[in-house]
């Protein structure tokens, strides 16, 4: 009888897990929909998730594994570093390699974003009126409708965005003219102040 059971159970146990279905998204719309806006007490070794591989996909309009989507953080802080490849990366860095100008064009994209807790509203209010006062020749614009307050640099291609008691860093590097990152920069804040 045992012999019986030991063959059986596993026979039994393969045809049960066989006939699960999996319920898997036709398409990426629905992805993105499914997953519900995560808030969190912290966000120390969690700035990854502010915005997720499938936002970053879905706001830039590709496919992660395409582009060679590389996702790094940071121990212990609220950081999150994105690379992918440019469409024309091929075309890019054959020109590097022939261009005696020093002219030089960036193969691959960057998205770097950190978070910044300031405890209370009031000492983040305080963090950007400093640095609206005393960097002025860096954060050279203000820029309304993301979050509680925002500047905008062009030089360093940066997003300061005031949430609550939060300030995010948002750096982004996918289009060549520098201040044409200002757009793409304002999205990828929207859906960060979202979860804060």
Not at 7 to 35: E, G, H, M, W, Y
Not at 146 to 167: P, R
Not at 169 to 178: G, H, K
């Amino acid at each position: 009888m045992n012999r019986i059971l030991f063959i059986i159970f596993p026979l039994v146990t393969v045809l049960v897990a066989s006939s699960c279905k999996q319920d898997t998204p036709t398409s990426n719309k629905q992805v993105t929909d499914a997953v519900p806006v995560v808030k969190r007490e912290s966000w120390k070794n969690a700035g990854c998730d502010l915005l997720t591989d499938q936002e970053v996909e879905r706001i830039f309009n590709f496919d992660g594994k395409a582009t060679f989507l590389n996702t790094r953080s940071l121990p212990d802080q609220t950081f999150c570093l994105r690379t992918w490849k440019k469409v024309d990366w091929m075309a890019r860095e054959s020109a590097n390699e022939k261009n005696m100008d020093g002219t030089w064009l960036n193969p691959e994209n960057r998205l770097v974003i950190q978070l910044f807790d300031y405890t209370s509203e009031e000492h983040a209010k305080l963090q950007m009126e400093g640095l609206r006062r005393d960097r002025r020749n860096t954060y050279e614009e203000d820029v309304a409708g993301v979050g509680d307050d925002g500047l905008w640099s062009t030089s360093t291609e940066t997003l300061l965005v005031k949430k609550g008691q939060y300030v995010v860093n948002i750096t982004l590097e996918v289009v060549d003219v520098p201040h044409d990152n200002l757009l793409k920069s304002k999205e990828v804040a929207a859906v960060i102040a979202a979860k804060l």
